[in-house]
């Protein structure tokens, strides 16, 4: 799973600065994501990449890195 | 508000595209409304005034009422308008005619069915306001009469 | 062979109907060139649907039954204009067999399905028998009247609980019970009879499977003369409040590829069992397990027509009229592609703080958004007066993105553009539902609203104490 569709992603859904979005930043403390954005980021990420994000895993996903480990998982 | 304003407003509104203007002043009410144009013309709807081919010959249509004091016996119904039972009789009754209470003024067809319009109270024929074989709205004015 | 009505196009088409759907149904017929006739009752002279016409007559008093139900007055206009064909819109006469019956005797051509056909799928459990013969799914139920407790069990027990029982003559929930567990069934099936007995007089009971939390999911269809069935995709109306739609979309979050392909063959074997012509919709309950079972068959065109029309860039208003002229489909289902995303939101002068209380009036100051993928149907205008007597909806608002996600912003962008003063609208709590997490993830049921009502409308609350 491409790192840079990922943070484009991410950057346009929670409109936070490029260089801000590293694999192990935090999306609640770092990116300022609120429950709603996390959900919104979901919806966009699934929207982008064709995977299904079961929502028993959302609470799991805390930094960029857990949703590329998530994303990579399903995708192989 | 003097009369010559009044004059002047009421100039005004009719120049205007307005269909209706009701105005306030004090304890001065005024309520102006045009009447929907009788003729098959269609008033000024943007879209109408589009398209020539829209001003088509179709049954000239009697519209709804006009606001001013006179006495006017109205369609019940909306239908075809006939001034006599049978093309070739004679009219129920004519301007200037005597006529009494519950007598049948004209009739309005219906999808088949004769409707006889009678008089609202004892009346005197002022004027017929519509032809015959005309289509005529609902509360459409047909006759305009006075007390007898 | 098409029948005798030909292929000639319609030269003049009354429109039965007022409000959003009429001012619709005038704009498909004047980009067709054809003129149009409208009707309107004494309440609705300074309406959109009159000052657009060509030709517009006043038909009776404000109350429906005596105008825009009226059906000899509107066939008596048909006649006196020389219409070729009428256009029932939705709602009103729409549905209303004997008046499809009567336009076909006075040789006028009814913009929608036969007489015939109205009868066959009203008819509830005759729609239930149709389904099952061309195996579409139907709701497992008594299939006949459950005449006492000792079958009522049985019936419980072949089709799996949690079950519905209903009385045949039911309605509005009375004579219903809901059972969950087998040892609650005889009581229960007692409790319904003798309410069914008490407000119906009747002690015909049905028993039916309780789907739990379902969706409801739609699908419009086209169908032609010559036999050609082509189904335009599913509508998620599921966000509704005692059955009253307020927002749809498409596609629905809830519809895998493989499923919405299966609900749409069913849609389309459903509608060529009944014989169906013109648009169409086959409404499914779709249960939490992915099972889909029929509900109901809609013989008309429906207000939520638009968002299919949004991702599928067809006009359904003109192919309901070249249908009904003798015209086939303009496009094969192969040619049919759902592109994108589509949501609308219904503007009710309604107020949601108050029980959805109807709130006509004047709005005197009307400003509707615009911009990229936005479309306003209404029958709104600045100074328009809402008249008391018709349903509270005035218009809506229907958005097209390349995402979900995307449309859900689009329409929140739209919601806060909205600007109706002198009316109370529904407006600022669908804004509220766009921004519900439940909502925005997609997973929501027809359980949603009521569910979340209450906090939305304290979170209403608090945002116009803060703006007071």
Not at chain 3, 18 to 23: F, N, P, S
Not at chain 3, 103 to 132: E, T, W, Y
Request: some cysteine; proline content about 5%; glycine content about 6%.
């Amino acid at each position: 799973m491409k790192f840079d569709l990922v943070r484009d992603v991410i950057v346009e859904t929670l409109n936070c600065d490029l260089s801000d979005v590293t694999e192990d930043a935090r999306l609640r403390e770092d990116l300022h994501a609120d429950s709603l954005a996390a959900v919104e980021l979901c919806m966009a990420l699934e929207e982008a990449t064709g995977v299904t994000i079961e929502d028993e895993r959302l609470p799991q996903m805390l930094t960029v890195g857990d949703i590329l480990q998530y994303l990579k998982e399903h995708t192989e | 508000m003097e009369k010559q304003d009044l004059f002047e407003l009421m100039d005004r509104f009719a120049r205007s595209g307005l269909q209706r203007m009701a105005l306030q002043d004090g304890d001065f009410t005024l309520e102006l409304e045009k009447p929907a144009p009788i003729v098959a013309a269609p008033a000024a709807a943007p879209v109408a005034a589009v398209s020539a081919t829209a001003v088509s010959a179709a049954a000239a249509v009697v519209e709804a009422p006009t606001v001013d004091n006179a006495l006017y016996v109205k369609a019940p119904l909306v239908g075809t308008y006939y001034a006599a039972s049978s093309p070739d009789a004679a009219p129920y009754v004519r301007v200037g005619d005597r006529v009494e209470k519950g007598q049948t003024l004209c009739l309005i067809e219906a999808m088949k069915t004769m409707n006889e319009i009678p008089a609202p109270c004892d009346l005197l024929v002022e004027e017929i306001l519509v032809d015959n074989g005309a289509l005529v709205a609902f509360d459409a004015p047909i006759l305009r009469y006075s007390h007898v | 062979m098409p029948p005798s009505s030909g292929t000639a196009m319609f030269k003049k088409i009354l429109i039965a109907n007022r409000g959003e759907i009429a001012a619709r149904i005038l704009r498909a017929c004047r980009e067709m060139g054809i003129e149009a006739v409208t009707v309107y009752s004494t309440a609705d002279a300074d309406s959109l649907h009159v000052l657009f016409a060509e030709q517009s007559v006043c038909i009776g008093p404000p109350r429906a039954g005596d105008s825009y139900l009226n059906m000899d007055a509107i066939l008596t206009v048909a006649k006196a204009t020389g219409c070729d064909a009428i256009h029932p819109g939705y709602g009103f006469l729409s549905e209303n067999d004997a008046f499809a019956d009567a336009c076909r005797d006075a040789g006028i051509a009814f913009i929608g399905p036969s007489g015939d056909v109205i009868r066959k799928m009203g008819n509830k459990s005759a729609a239930r028998a149709l389904m099952q013969s061309v195996g579409v799914p139907v709701v497992p139920g008594s299939d006949g009247l459950v005449r006492d407790e000792d079958e009522a069990v049985k019936v419980g027990a072949r089709i799996g609980y949690p079950v519905l029982i209903k009385a045949a003559a039911g309605g509005g929930g009375r004579g219903m019970r809901r059972v969950y567990e087998p040892s609650e069934m005889r009581d229960l099936f007692r409790e319904a009879m003798a309410e069914s007995v008490a407000c119906f007089g009747s002690d015909e009971m049905y028993i039916e499977k309780l789907i739990l939390n379902p969706r409801h999911i739609e699908f419009q269809i086209l169908a032609d003369k010559y036999g050609n069935v082509i189904q335009l995709g599913e509508r998620d109306c599921s966000v509704q409040r005692k059955n009253q739609k307020l927002l749809e979309e498409t596609p629905s979050h809830a519809l895998t590829p493989d499923l919405r392909k299966r609900m749409g063959d069913a849609a389309v074997r459903a509608a060529k069992a009944a014989g169906y012509e013109n648009a169409g919709t086959i409404e499914f309950v779709l249960a939490p397990n992915k099972e889909f079972y029929f509900i109901e068959m809609n013989t008309r065109i429906q207000v939520e027509h638009p968002v299919t029309e949004m991702v599928t860039s067809m006009d359904l208003v003109r192919e309901q009229i070249r249908i009904a002229a003798g015209l086939k489909l303009s496009r094969t289902q192969e040619e049919v592609e759902l592109r994108g995303h589509a949501i609308e939101c219904r503007i009710n002068a309604e107020n949601p703080a108050k029980e959805f209380a109807p709130c006509p009036g004047k709005a005197s100051f009307l400003y509707f958004p615009g911009g990229p993928g936005v479309r306003v149907d209404t029958c709104m205008y600045n100074g328009y007066e809402i008249p008391p007597f018709y349903d509270s909806m005035v218009g809506k608002i229907i958005v097209w993105a390349p995402t979900r996600l995307e449309a859900i912003r689009r329409m929140r962008r739209c919601l806060e553009e909205l600007t109706i003063d002198g009316v109370q609208t529904n407006a600022e709590l669908m804004h509220q539902i766009l921004y519900h997490p439940v909502f925005v993830r997609g997973n929501y049921t027809t359980a949603f609203l009521e569910e979340h009502l209450p906090t939305m409308l304290e979170w209403m609350a608090r945002i116009e104490e803060s703006e007071a």
